[in-house]
């Protein structure tokens, strides 16, 4: 490959640097597949890119474009595609834990594309970080307690709420989206409000080598609770919730082993969801404007 190539941190990540006069669609296929495989993140710099071109670029690479429904947050459609969507809370500036993108249901997208149209003046880094080697930091009970219980995740909704989370105002399309991703569903028969569970493991094993990748949405949604929001809450399975101690100790690792990407106009971002945790920092103006894409591979992954 012509285009330069460094590492993106130590451990994992691949920054690949176009120049004003080289297209991004000249890379190699094959070659930007093996770099993503071997290193799980690339991120595509100066490429002189624009939205339809990321968008062209990532169908090179993916299937099966998700519209978020069932997703934790509202998201905005750009252009008019439900598949290009602002990141969560577009134009607010609230910082977001660590997480493995939807990580709260069985379907979860396998690769995440970000693209930066303007980046913030200021701070707003997304982070990432390695469920691999988070999990190697964790602490032996921790390791047991994660390992023995599985979580639960848990969902309150009045009719109004699932009407924008699941796009539907129709119960039985929710029924179906639900069963569809192993979610156990109640419906108030007067009200219409909606209670959801869904229960997996907070680790998982990774796809190429058999070793344990700590990855859910455990952090993004007890820091909703600390906030006062019990929409959506996280327990374990028989209902108890995680102790404090071990949510501190999630926030010291994630701390130190998230590595910041601070956005450049035009940047491309493709993380490996199966493997990778992605964040974001806060930030204190109004314009970052970062688009995402969760879709599967189009190659054997
Ligand atoms: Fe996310």
Redesign the pocket.
């Known amino acids: 490959m012509k285009t330069q190539i460094a590492p993106v941190s130590e451990k994992f990540g691949t920054l690949l640097l176009g120049t004003k006069c080289s297209s991004i669609f000249s890379l190699d296929r094959d070659e930007v597949i093996d770099l993503f495989k071997s290193s799980n993140l690339l991120l595509f710099r100066s490429f002189n890119v624009n939205t339809d071109k990321f968008k062209a670029f990532t169908e090179l690479f993916s299937t099966n474009f998700m519209a978020y429904i069932g997703g934790a947050y509202n998201r905005e459609m750009i252009k008019g595609d439900k598949t290009l969507l602002s990141v969560?809370g577009h134009r607010l500036s609230f910082a977001?834990p660590p997480?493995g993108?939807m990580y709260y249901k069985k379907n979860k997208p396998q690769l995440i594309w970000f693209y930066c149209a303007t980046p913030p003046l200021k701070d707003g880094e997304t982070t990432v970080g390695d469920g691999a080697e988070i999990y190697e930091e964790l602490s032996s009970s921790t390791k047991k307690l994660f390992s023995t219980k599985r979580l639960k995740y848990i969902r309150n909704y009045p009719k109004a709420i699932w009407k924008e989370i699941y796009q539907t105002d129709d119960l039985r399309v929710v029924k179906k989206i639900c069963d569809e991703e192993d979610i156990s569903l109640r419906v108030d028969q007067e009200t219409y409000a909606i209670a959801t569970e869904y229960l997996c493991s907070a680790v998982v094993q990774s796809r190429r080598e058999s070793h344990p990748i700590f990855i859910n949405n455990i952090l993004p949604v007890v820091e909703q609770e600390l906030q006062g929001k019990e929409a959506s809450l996280v327990r374990f399975e028989d209902n108890s919730k995680i102790p404090d101690a071990v949510i501190d100790e999630l926030k010291e690792v994630t701390d130190r082993l998230m590595k910041p990407i601070q956005w450049q106009t035009g940047d491309i971002l493709m993380i490996d969801n199966t493997r990778l945790l992605?964040g974001r920092r806060s930030f204190s103006d109004n314009q970052r404007d970062i688009y995402v894409r969760l879709c599967n591979a189009a190659f054997p992954f």
């Open positions: 969560t977001v997480h993108e992605h």
